[in-house]
């Protein structure tokens, strides 16, 4: 029989041992399911050598993103801080004692070992002496122990589980927003339109894509600066405009007036302005017509300002709204559009006549952008 030690303490002949009381325990068919709370896993790894007693695969990471988010987590939500991932040991053997309440079960983890979950220990850790033990309660953590064989496969596969990993990205966090909710549920004729990566286009119609719903959207932003589709003219840029459903540039285009219409008319001017920019002659994108080739979500922005008659972008997602807006964006946008570009080519002469950098790290600057976009075209 191994002696049993707390989890804050270890004799240095002995196995270790870790004691947990558990507000459930569950034996599975090779394994343990055990729920504990934050403020009991919190002593485990408190010590400066746990993760060496522990055989983890890695010390403390410190404060990098993710154990950051997980700090914050643990003190504005704890209800939800164990639902951020399961920790996983490994076990020479679980012993449970039972015993009658209000003291519990105990289960002591025999030469607990940890393949998955270090940071959170260590976080829960290090926010113990921050956070009162009733608050570190409210948290509860599910432990999965594997013993024998079990432990080995555990092994093998965490060590290699971020391979077969698809990493969330803020796209797929879309699906949370009741305003894209609400415009996929609308309309959309004979096409729809879904958010969400991986999505592919069925035969009985046309999807549109979040990455060109986004630029659109962007180019008929009633914002007097092309703030949005600065940031749209980008896959890192849509990303960051995504990751933050509360921020002024997401809720100027992503808003609870949303509307099929609205999208397929933005759309259609985006697609059109582009249309046009691709086929401007290859001599045009010499010199400083490489605006044209590294920043076209400029000039369309710019071009769906300057038609004869100005769309009104304040109603663009009004169906009832009276503006002949496919008579605007097919008769006078493509011509708009090659104006629009020659103009801010030549000004993006005139403004930087001593170029010392590459158009390609250039042009797409915001500070340009905004630069070039003062005044009429």
């Not at 399911?33 to 050598?49: H, K, N």
């Not at 154990?67 to 991932?85: H, I, V």
């Not at 948290?139 to 965490?158: F, K, M």
């Not at 008659?309 to 964006?329: G, T």
Request: net charge neutral; glycine share 6%; aromatic share 6%.
């Amino acid at each position: 029989m191994n002696p049993i030690f707390s989890s804050s303490e270890r004799a240095l002949s002995a196995e270790y041992v870790l004691s947990l009381r558990p507000l459930r325990v569950a034996q599975l068919t090779r394994s343990w399911a055990v729920d504990v709370t934050a403020a009991d896993l919190a002593l485990v790894a408190a010590p400066v050598e746990a993760p060496r007693r522990l055989l983890a695969g890695r010390g403390y990471l410190g404060g990098t993103e993710a154990n950051r988010g997980l700090a914050r987590m643990l003190a504005d939500r704890p209800e939800d801080f164990g639902a951020a991932g399961h920790i996983v040991l490994g076990a020479e053997a679980v012993e449970v004692q039972h015993a009658l309440r209000p003291f519990g079960d105990s289960v002591h983890v025999i030469g607990a070992e940890c393949i998955d979950g270090m940071q959170r220990l260590k976080v829960m850790a290090d926010m113990r002496d921050r956070l009162p033990r009733e608050h570190l309660q409210r948290s509860v953590l599910r432990l999965e122990i594997h013993c024998g064989p079990a432990r080995d496969r555990a092994r093998r596969v965490y060590d290699v589980a971020d391979r077969y990993l698809n990493i969330s990205t803020a796209q797929d966090r879309l699906i949370r927003c009741p305003n894209i909710l609400r415009l996929m549920q609308g309309d959309w004729e004979k096409g729809d339109f879904d958010p969400r990566r991986g999505m592919t286009t069925g035969p009985q119609g046309l999807r549109f894509s979040m990455a060109d719903v986004t630029s659109a959207l962007a180019c008929l932003s009633a914002d007097p600066l092309p703030l949005a589709a600065h940031l749209a003219a980008t896959g890192e840029g849509r990303e960051a405009l995504w990751e933050d459903h509360t921020s002024p540039i997401y809720r100027s285009l992503f808003h609870g007036q949303m509307t099929p219409v609205g999208v397929m008319r933005a759309v259609e001017a985006w697609s059109t302005a582009h249309a046009a920019l691709a086929a401007m002659p290859k001599k045009s994108r010499q010199g400083y017509g490489h605006l044209i080739e590294y920043a076209p979500e400029l000039i369309c922005w710019k071009a769906c300002r300057a038609l004869p008659f100005p769309l009104p972008l304040h109603s663009l997602h009004d169906p009832k709204s009276a503006f002949a807006w496919e008579q605007a964006i097919e008769r006078d946008l493509p011509a708009v559009t090659v104006q629009t570009a020659v103009s801010l080519v030549a000004r993006y002469q005139a403004a930087r006549p001593n170029r010392s950098r590459p158009y390609k790290s250039e042009a797409p600057e915001l500070e340009l952008w905004r630069e070039l976009v003062e005044g009429p075209v």
